[in-house]
């Protein structure tokens, strides 16, 4: 695998390495050691499965507080989304500052969001589907949301009329 370490310290894009013949190809997309290696949690207790029908579908900005903050490794494997994390540990560098990346079925890439990050994304084309890895429980009290267009942090995201929940719609500036 391939760990690009994004300009948010902590948060990596994972690259499968392609063993490829004639029958197609095989990779890992997980390996304990490598994670280990790199300082990545790998407690998993959680897998989820986000279904979206259409096109410019908006999911975020969630995170979980403390003491349930959480790690997320991302997967989108049908269709493709434009993936978005907001790093908001008051004591980094890169405070307030977001990253994006572009996963999807075909790049067949994941998104390592470590612990205190908020983290959104929105769909590319129809029909697509993201799985996520949790190294926390859901904890309904502890789940918060900011609002996907605050004005605190300035993300550019490519389709600016978003199809989005009432919930995520409702959620607070920073």
Known sequence: MIFTETKLKGAFVIEPE?????????????????????????????????????????RGMHYQTTPYEEVKLVRCTMGAIYDVIIDLRPDSHTFKQWASVELS??????????????????????????????????????????????????????IISPIMSSADSSYPNY
């Open 18 to 58: 392609r063993q490829e013949d004639e029958r197609g190809f095989f990779a890992r997309t997980f390996c304990k050691e490598e994670f280990e290696a790199h300082g990545l949690n790998i407690d998993w207790v959680q897998c989820n499965i986000s279904f979206n029908k259409k096109k410019g579908t908006l």
């Open 105 to 158: 079925s075909e790049n067949r890439r994941m998104l390592y969001v470590p612990e205190q990050f908020a983290h959104g994304f929105q769909t590319l084309a129809n029909n697509t589907e993201v799985f996520y890895l949790m190294s926390e429980f859901y904890h309904p009290g502890s789940s918060k949301g900011i609002r996907w267009n605050d004005p605190a942090f300035l993300v550019k995201w490519p």
